[in-house]
C-alpha cells in the first residue's frame, strides 16, 4: 500500500521553542494532506486539513498562530509547533490522500511523539 | 454532530479466542464505516471498510457489517492470533462531513 512518513519519530524540546514535524507521502501525490492529535486513552482529534498550494483549514478550537500548517508540495505537509509548552505534549499523527482516489481511503503516518519540558 | 462509540478497552484473550469490539455511530446521513488498526510502533492501517447498509467488511479473517437499524458496526474474529495484538479504532466519513471522525480505539491483548 501507499507510505506515509513522519519526521521526527520522537521530540523533545524546551518550553517556548519551536519544532517542525514532517509528513511525507513517499510514493504517491497527496492532495490534501490531515494532522491529528491523539491524548493518550483519547481518540484521534483532528486539527486542520491542508491542501497542497493554499491556506490549511483548522477545526474549531485550534489555534492557527500556533499550530503552523504548510503544504508546500504534493509530498509534504509539515506542522511546526510555535512556542511549545507542556500541555502541547501529545502523538501527532499525519494522514495523506491520494491525489486520484475515489474510495476515502487515507494513508497514515507512523506518527511523532512530543514532550515538552 | 457525527461521532463514533467504541467500547473501552483494553481486552486480553487467549489465542484463538473469539474477539468482538463495539462500534456504534450517530446516524447522520449515511456515513462511510471503517475500521482502522494500529500495531506497535507503526502507523494506522486500513482494516476493512463497508460504505452502505447491510455490506459486510472482511480483511485478514476480521469481519465488520454495517448495520443500519442498530446504527453499529461491530467487529468480530472468530479466533485470534498473538499477532492480532494492536490498537484497533472505528472511524465514520460522510453523512454531510469529509472529515474522518475516530472512536477512542480499543487495545487488544492476545496471550499464547
Known sequence: GAVVSQHPSRVICKSGTSVKIECRSLDFQATTMFWYRQFPKKSLMLMATSNEGSKATYEQGVEKDKFLINHASLTLSTLTVTSAHPEDSSFYICSARWAGDVTGELFFGEGSRLTVL | ?112
Open chain 2, 1 to 112: 454532530g457525527n461521532s463514533v462509540t467504541q467500547m473501552e478497552g483494553p481486552v486480553t484473550l487467549s489465542e484463538e479466542a473469539f474477539l468482538t469490539i463495539n462500534c456504534t455511530y450517530t446516524a447522520t446521513g449515511y456515513p462511510s464505516l471503517f475500521w482502522y488498526v494500529q500495531y506497535p510502533g507503526e502507523g494506522l492501517q486500513l482494516l476493512l471498510k463497508a460504505t452502505k447498509a447491510d455490506d459486510k467488511g472482511s480483511n485478514k479473517g476480521f469481519e465488520a457489517t454495517y448495520r443500519k437499524e442498530t446504527t453499529s458496526f461491530h467487529l468480530e474474529k472468530g479466533s485470534v492470533q498473538v499477532s492480532d495484538s494492536a490498537v484497533y479504532f472505528c472511524a465514520r466519513r460522510g453523512g454531510g462531513s469529509e472529515k474522518l471522525v475516530f472512536g477512542k480505539g480499543t487495545k487488544l491483548t492476545v496471550n499464547p
